[in-house]
């Protein structure tokens, strides 16, 4: 039985606020992207825009930004490929936890 995309959320989250090395900028960029991830129903390949991730985690700094994106890859809670091409979005895979 498969849980609900509310319950898989909410269970990712309650996972990464207990990580130690995750600060409020972490969180704030892994909500953004779990909020889009819910919006287009995906579970774990999001469509993401640099300009609507910042928005909706309220980063408002591009190093800031790039600093606290970049960790969450080492950490590895993400995979990001990037798109150079400005009609497509970037694609953000959210690893298994």
């Known amino acids: 039985m498969e849980k609900n995309s ?3 959320w909410l269970q990712f989250l309650k996972m990464a606020t207990k990580d130690v090395r995750l600060n409020v900028w972490h969180l704030s960029l892994l909500l953004a992207i779990v909020q889009l991830a819910y919006l287009q129903n995906e579970k774990t390949v999001i469509h993401v825009s640099r300009s609507k991730l910042i928005e909706l ?3 408002y700094t591009l190093t800031t930004y790039h ?3 970049k960790q969450l890859q080492d950490f590895g809670y993400v995979r990001y490929t ?4 400005p009609g497509y979005r970037s694609i953000v895979e959210l690893l298994e936890f």
């Open 67 to 69: 600093r606290y994106f």
């Open 57 to 59: 985690s309220h980063i």
């Open 82 to 85: 990037p798109s150079y091409h």
């Open 6 to 8: 509310a319950d898989h």
